[in-house]
C-alpha cells in the first residue's frame, strides 16, 4: 500500500504498511466517508506529525490519545490547533506550564507546528475521528500502528525524551527502552487534571536539560504571536 508519507518514516514503517491492520484502517476510513461521515483531521494531514517531524530528526515525543473533534481543530498534531482556531483547555494549561516552567509568554495561538519543526514528535494514539464523536476511532487498528511507532523510535533512535501526560500515555511505558531514552510522566494537562501534577513538572525545563546533557540542541519551545 502506497501511503503518503515523508520518506524516513515511510522506510522506518514499511512493514506496517502492508499488515492486515492497517488495510482494514483505510478500508473503514474509506466507508465511513463514503456513508457521508465527516472525518477529522482532513486526509491530507492524518500524517501531518510524520511530515512535519522527520523520523531522523525526531528528539521529544509527546503522546496524545484522540484528534480534536470539532470543526477546523484537528491538524495532525497532538494536542496543536491550526492559527484562528481558539486553544482548547488542555493546550491552553500546557501555555501555564511553559511559563511558569521556563518563563515563557503565552501565545495567542495554539499551533504547534514551530515545535514539530524542530524534532518534537506530536503523536496521537488515533490518527483520525469522526466530527463530534470523541474516540470513535480508537478501535479500529491506530493503537496497533502508533505502538509500532513508538517501538520503532524507541529501538532504532537513542536519546529522545517521551513526555507521558496521564493514564493513557504513561500505558504505552513498556514500548520505551528507558535505558536509552528518557521518560518523564505527570498528569493529564486537562482542566481536571492539570493540578494533580502536571502543573508544576517542569517537563520542557528537564526535556531540555536532558538533551543538552546528551549533545542535542535543546527546543525552543517559543511560539510567536500571530
Not at 476510513?29 to 506529525?49: C, D, H, Q, R, V
Not at 528537564?206 to 540542541?217: E, P, V
Request: glycine residues 8%; contains cysteine; positive net charge.
Amino acid at each position: 500500500m502506497d501511503v503518503k508519507i515523508e520518506e524516513t518514516w515511510k522506510e522506518a514503517l514499511k512493514q506496517e504498511f502492508t499488515k492486515p491492520y492497517f488495510l482494514q484502517i483505510a478500508t473503514h476510513l474509506k466507508a465511513e466517508k463514503m456513508s457521508g461521515k465527516t472525518i477529522y483531521p482532513p486526509g491530507s494531514l492524518i500524517f501531518n506529525a510524520f511530515n512535519t517531524t522527520h523520523f531522523d530528526n525526531v528528539k521529544v515525543v509527546i503522546i496524545g490519545q484522540d484528534p480534536y473533534h470539532g470543526q477546523g481543530q484537528a491538524h495532525g498534531l497532538s494536542f496543536s490547533v491550526p492559527k484562528g482556531i481558539p486553544p482548547p483547555p488542555s493546550l491552553i494549561n500546557i501555555f501555564k506550564e511553559l511559563q511558569n516552567d521556563i518563563g515563557l509568554t503565552i501565545p495567542n495561538h495554539g499551533n504547534l507546528t514551530h515545535w514539530a519543526e524542530q524534532g518534537v514528535m506530536l503523536l496521537n494514539a488515533s490518527l483520525t475521528v469522526r466530527a463530534n464523536e470523541p474516540m470513535s476511532h480508537a478501535g479500529i487498528g491506530w493503537a496497533e500502528f502508533t505502538n509500532a511507532v513508538i517501538e520503532k523510535i524507541s529501538a532504532l533512535k537513542k536519546h529522545v525524551v517521551f513526555l507521558l501526560w496521564g493514564k493513557f500515555a504513561q500505558e504505552k511505558i513498556s514500548l520505551v527502552d528507558e535505558t536509552k531514552h528518557l521518560v518523564l510522566k505527570a498528569a493529564h494537562p486537562s482542566p481536571f487534571s492539570a493540578d494533580k501534577g502536571f502543573f508544576g513538572c517542569k517537563h520542557f525545563s528537564k526535556a531540555n536539560a536532558w538533551l543538552m546533557s546528551k549533545g542535542i540542541d535543546p527546543v525552543d519551545w517559543k511560539l510567536n504571536n500571530i
